[in-house]
């Protein structure tokens, strides 16, 4: 796994714990799934894969695992679309798909890529969700309040040849942060990876630094991505250029925003 693609990790996410029902009492159980995201090259020698479900309350949980094919929206929100031959959801092999994890536990689930169709060059995806069942007693009809934990999983199964390129489209830039429009200009999912200073112009001690923002970029797509600065109230009047450098997969970032952010109107 290169550099750009174990990043991915990283991500990882940042893909929340979804409640399925209301907070209860005891509190939503607090279980951790690692990784949470695969890519994996398909022109490699083919493997099994494994995630780790780890259950850290005193009670034992049921887990069911679904596999889907999915979208995204500019915006980051994840949508289901229906299943095609070329989906990687139906050629996942998952096992176990359902299990118990024992108070303090983990499981491991395994899945390996076993496509009975050629897969076209590039990226395929899968969402893998595990999600917790309904204790028996709430399945009876007892009255509880319960919350059930639902996670996703992201696996990109990149089919070689593959372009992993995209550019930033537009930034706009202001006192608390900057707003980038990202544009994919190849077959596979990409990422703003690299670092970000602001400094005052003509300056060179950094008011502000950190990590490029990782939200993905899906194939042919556009994606809308934010980041916060780190000052606290924002920036104070003046002139500042915003330095970025990093890449998105092969296509390196290493650009300059000048920027100037004005006094209140009074």
């Known amino acids: 796994m290169t550099g750009h693609l174990a990043s991915l990790r990283m991500a990882a996410l940042r893909l929340a714990v ?29 493997r099994t894969y494994a995630f780790r479900l780890s259950n850290f309350t005193p009670q034992a949980v049921s887990v069911v695992v679904s596999a889907v094919n999915w979208t995204m929206t500019r ?3 994840v949508l289901r679309l229906p299943m095609r031959e070329q989906s ?13 994890v024992p108070a303090h536990g983990s ?5 390996a890529v076993r496509a009975d ?17 309904r204790p028996a007693a709430a399945a009876a009809g007892k ?32 006192a608390s942060g900057a707003q980038f429009v990202l544009r994919n200009l ?8 690299g670092d970000y200073a602001v400094r005052r112009r003509g300056q060179a001690r950094p008011l502000a630094r950190g990590r490029l923002p990782l939200g993905p970029c899906l194939p042919g797509a556009l994606r809308d991505v ?41």
């Open 226 to 266: 934010a980041l916060q600065f780190d000052v606290r109230g924002g920036l104070p009047p003046g002139a500042y250029v915003l330095s970025l450098h990093g890449a998105m997969g092969t296509q390196v970032i290493a650009r300059k925003v000048p920027f100037r952010v004005r006094a209140p109107a009074r």
């Open 143 to 174: 009255s509880m309040f319960i919350s059930l934990f639902r996670f996703g999983a992201a696996i990109y199964a990149l089919q070689p040849p593959y372009v992993s390129k995209g550019r930033i489209a537009s930034v706009h830039v202001d």
């Open 186 to 193: 190849g077959d596979t999912t990409v990422r703003m990876e």
């Open 107 to 111: 499981q491991v689930v395994r899945f």
């Open 117 to 133: 169709v050629p897969l076209r060059p590039g990226e395929h995806r899968a969402m893998l969700y595990f999600t917790e069942r």
């Open 18 to 46: 979804l409640l399925l029902a209301l907070p209860a009492v005891p509190a939503a159980a607090q279980v951790a799934l690692t990784p949470q995201i695969y890519t994996i090259d398909l022109g490699k020698p083919q």
């Open 88 to 100: 990687l959801a139906p050629w996942l092999e998952v096992s176990p798909r359902s299990f118990r």
């Open 75 to 77: 915006h980051g929100r």
